[in-house]
């Protein structure tokens, strides 16, 4: 579908009456735009002030500031309105050197009307080209030297549409289904969305769908009453109510129950809630933002999504491009998470040597952003020397380097055991050395580590307690 849904504009400037009624008649009936009049170069300045259209048509010869003056203004107001000028047979040569100086186009009077139809609807052509060009150069004078958009990191083209698309959609309500693998920055996405938009003075609320529950992803979305359901002790309200005015992401939205489907269908519908064990609606104002890193489609040919809420979120588009796709950002990413983790865990002198960088280079990312984000973190954290060096990287061995000699890194006392015993020795070595060195770094704070190591903490807390690392030691190593 076409994202532009405003009416075009047209400004038309002349000192003759019959033309302007000529002229807006044309343009109004038989193309749709939207056109204002000025019989003087100075009274469509005053409009301009106030008014931008995309196309302007003025003649040549009229009192006061003449056609050429008036092109010459617009040029310095907004290079990217295209101009058109009208002549008469005295005034050709004028209009020849106007066209020299940038006007796109002029026709003399009298002038045929398919003539004006064909040469204004190639002006708004040109409009659109020059203000996407625009847009584009705005965005990349935002970026910094490292590539920096709303925790975006990179300048390749693919990445810099998504930029615009989102900037484009953040002023508008619209719902917003955001495709793309695990670990291409969705959530990021959804998070640049709400924070260009006129909701960002609220907080975003987000629900990891397939994380809940049927039963708890029901009221928690839409909420309920007391006694609604055995357990229920007092009122509550949904995730739908605390995001009113903001922006609600439902995270993996392909995984939700079809019974849940039906229910968010209607909210989408009908812009209001009905908590559970309530026969009473409420209005809300919510953005919605869906991802989902699945095939949709299919999953409508199995009848395990809707096809209707899929065409409700489905409004527009934004597919987030794989690390494969934006390869040439690799040395802004590592770089930008080389800063991160310096700083997080106090290695303010750490490098990293070529031939980790060439390493992360020509690797195959398949958890894309994330997976190299979670592998420049594990380095910094356990890298022992002043540099990262490629083992520090402890990546598993790319097909073309299986051929290799492996021995190099593998202790000399696991090399001739059997190979499940030997993973097993050389996985507890790893996993007691990781463990201990995360936990050190936040002074035994686990809730940190966790989020440093990229898990959940309770899991963190299973993994401690099967290898028996005694927090309490690395607090009083460090208080």
């Not at 990191?153 to 810099?160: A, D, F, I």
């Not at 070529?354 to 195959?364: D, I, M, P, Y």
Request: hydrophobic share 40%; charged share 30%.
């Amino acid at each position: 579908m076409d994202e532009r849904t405003e009416i075009r504009r047209v400004l038309i400037v002349d000192d003759e009456p019959d033309m302007l009624t000529l002229l807006t008649r044309i343009l109004v009936k038989k193309c749709g735009y939207e056109v204002r009049q000025a019989n003087s170069g100075d009274q469509g300045l005053e409009i301009l002030s106030c008014w931008r259209p995309d196309v302007v048509l003025t003649d040549i010869k009229m009192p006061g500031i003449d056609g050429v003056e008036f092109f010459r203004r617009i040029k310095e107001l907004d290079p990217t309105m295209t101009t058109i000028i009208m002549t008469g047979y005295a005034t050709v040569d004028m209009a020849v050197n106007t066209l020299k100086s940038g006007a796109y186009d002029f026709f003399q009077k009298p002038f045929d009307n398919d003539q004006i139809i064909h040469a204004v609807a190639k002006a708004m052509e040109r409009t659109e080209l020059l203000r996407e060009k625009q847009k584009f150069d705005e965005l990349r004078n935002q970026l910094s030297a490292e590539g920096e958009f709303h925790g975006f990191v990179g300048r390749s083209p693919r990445l810099l549409q998504v930029h615009d698309l989102l900037q484009r959609l953040a002023p508008s309500s619209m719902t917003v289904l955001i495709r793309g693998e695990s670990g291409t920055g969705k959530e990021l996405a959804a998070r640049a969305l709400h924070a260009m938009s006129s909701r960002a003075g609220r907080r975003m609320v987000t629900v990891n769908c397939p994380a809940l529950p049927e039963q708890i992803l029901e009221s928690e979305l839409f909420g309920y009453s007391k006694g609604a359901f055995t357990g229920a002790d007092r009122d509550k309200d949904g995730l739908f109510i605390e995001a009113n005015h903001s922006t609600l992401l439902l995270d993996e939205i392909a995984d939700i129950p079809v019974s849940i489907q039906t229910k968010l269908l209607r909210v989408l519908q009908e812009k209001e809630i009905q908590p559970l064990g309530q026969t009473r609606t409420y209005p809300i104002n919510v953005r919605v933002v869906a991802s989902t890193n699945q095939d949709i489609e299919a999953k409508i040919a199995r009848g395990e999504f809707r096809e209707d809420l899929f065409y409700r979120l489905n409004v527009v588009t934004v597919t987030m491009p794989n690390l494969e796709e934006l390869r040439a950002d690799i040395p802004l990413l590592i770089h930008h998470f080389l800063r991160k983790y310096r700083k997080e865990y106090g290695r303010p002198e750490l490098e990293i040597s070529e031939e980790a960088v060439q390493t992360l280079l020509h690797r195959s990312w398949r958890g894309n952003v994330r997976e190299l984000q979670n592998t420049m973190n594990r380095a910094v954290l356990l890298g022992g020397g002043k540099k990262i060096e490629k083992q520090d990287l402890m990546l598993e061995l790319s097909p073309h380097e299986l051929g290799k000699e492996p021995a190099a890194g593998i202790p000399e006392e696991i090399q001739h055991l059997d190979y499940n015993v030997a993973k097993a020795v050389a996985v507890k070595e790893f996993t007691e050395f990781y463990l201990r060195r995360a936990i050190d770094r936040t002074k035994g704070n686990i809730s940190l580590a966790a989020k440093n190591c990229g898990m959940e903490r309770q899991a963190l807390q299973r993994l401690l307690k099967r290898y028996n690392v005694n927090v309490d030691t690395f607090r009083h190593k460090n208080g």
